[in-house]
Nanobody
Framework: QVQLVESGGGLVQAGGSLRLSCAAS????????????MAWFRQAPGKEREFVAG????????FHADSVKGRFTISRDNYKNTVYLQMNSLKFEDTAVYYC?????????????????WGQGTQVTVSS
């Protein structure tokens, strides 16, 4: 089993920045954190969960949703078993609960059903 714990959420004014962290612990047989593709999703009240960004374990390839491209950056530190989401130029519409997800496949899927492990989420609120 893999446990994921998000942190770094909070209240910020529009135009501000936050950095989310997702710390992973535990492992499955034959795999370490560096063997997992990691992703961030978010869900705003009354809306469906949406893909934000993902980073593959294979060469660390990254993918970002069009809505956050140029403002958010996903990265990972395999020595710290942590994935990050740097969020700059935050907008009111970025307000949501942000979730970290992990999957052992090489694919960075934008479909949340693809992922095996999820954190509990961290709230990000952007005031306009």
């Amino acid at each position: 089993q893999v446990q994921l714990v998000e942190s770094g959420g909070g209240l910020v004014q529009a135009g501000g920045s936050l950095r989310l962290s997702c710390a992973a612990s535990g492992r499955t047989t034959g795999r370490t954190f560096s063997d997992y593709t990691m992703a961030w999703f978010r869900q705003a009240p009354g809306k469906e969960r949406e893909f934000v960004a993902g980073i593959s374990w294979h060469y660390g390839s990254t993918f970002h949703a069009d809505s956050v491209k140029g403002r958010f950056t996903i990265s990972r530190d395999n020595y710290k078993n942590t994935v990050y989401l740097q969020m700059n130029s935050l907008k009111f519409e970025d307000t949501a609960v942000y979730y970290c997800a992990a999957d052992p496949s090489i694919v960075v899927s934008r479909n949340g059903d693809w992922y095996d492990y999820w954190g509990q989420g961290t709230q990000v609120t952007v005031s306009s």
